[in-house]
């Protein structure tokens, strides 16, 4: 565990994704890239694009967590309402911010491409909010307060994180040994708890996965202190071993 | 919409997923299914081995929700507590399920395969559960109120979601249509939001992506009946050839 620990939470918005016709690939990237930096990410939530169920999850998982990621609902159509229901969760006003208007009025005419209303859209950004920049495509996210707002299409999410990233404070590294066992997990379980209990301090989970008719287990442990990590890790395969389990 | 809803959340239970270890494909998995029988997923959470976290989880959304789905923690080792939470979550008690922990002892026993107290602990099934078999592994899943208990392994959580779809509440099931558009969001927005307001009852989407550089857009309508939603189309069809869009 690291002290004082920063955590976080990721609210994915979209109708896509909880209808299965988009597959969510934020989940996985924002996991890796927030425990590399020391960001325990504690709670992953899904809704649909509805304001007021949007308003109640932000404002529940920013009392709880260091950062609110939220992904999804920034584009130009009817159903992009992140960005007017971050500001009616924060009780502050929205509008068409003009530096970022006029920044994507030059960006659009360079590429002969109208600015339509739809397109100002993207410009709305709630009073007090800091930009996120993203080096794919013009139209922002932001930071309000300690929500970070990014888009959903993946690639622009991980753009948007990378601009992001720089500004979040970060825990201490946890760092992560793996041990994988050709067994069913019942087989070692006893003696994985067993090995728990001696470190607590020590976070182990086992992942079972069944493949072909066979089954395997992959023993992860995680700790914060290298070195000490690597001791415990060395004991448990030692204790594998001794059993013939490894 | 369907009338009367059926609606139903997730919750996927895991460090696993939150530390980016492990990739969930539960969640599309599930959503599709759930979509195709008719009934609507509205939330998912993701949360850690944390018996409060699952507890409080687990009766927020069964008050809200006709069904709630859970997946991960029910296996042998030390960090799966799903069941055990979920009978406090009910305010229940669980042991050994006697019948459960007989078929285990002779699959095993057929298999050559000892029974451990870690084996024994995935016949833990709280009282009043109705038991959810799979095809894959021995250790059942159950259903309690109206919470869906089910291992997190992909194969076998689509195989409890087998056993278990026929015993399911259906809503009428949602037709759905996507029109392929090789242009921004912007582009479309204004035409498409002004066909949403003239027709409330169609859900329509448009869920932008980007790839090779180039921007597309898909906009999905879906209804339950099947004959307006092809009449919805058709017009939204009409209406992005005049403009020269599609």
Redesign the interface.
Known sequence: MTTPEITAALL?IG??????????KN??TL?????AIGI??????????EED?IVEAVNTLRETHTYVFTTGGI?????DITADSLAKAFGVSIDVNPTVAEEMEKVYAQRG?EM????L??ARIPDGAELVRNS??IAPGFVLGNVIVMAG?P??MAAMFSDVAPRLKRGAK?Y?ETLMVRR????I??L??AH?KMYPDV????????LDGKFKTEL?L?ATNEQNLKKVVAELRAKLVEKALI
């Open positions: 994915i109708d896509e994704i909880l209808s299965g016709r988009t597959k969510d989940i996985g996991a890796d890239s927030l425990t325990r990410l504690r709670e992953v939530r899904i809704i649909g694009d169920a584009g130009p159509t009817h159903d491409v339509t209303p739809a397109r859209r993207m794919v495509s299409v690639s622009i946890l992560s069913p997990e019942a087989d379980s006893d994985f708890a728990q976070i182990m989970g086992s992942y079972p996965s069944f992860v995680r």
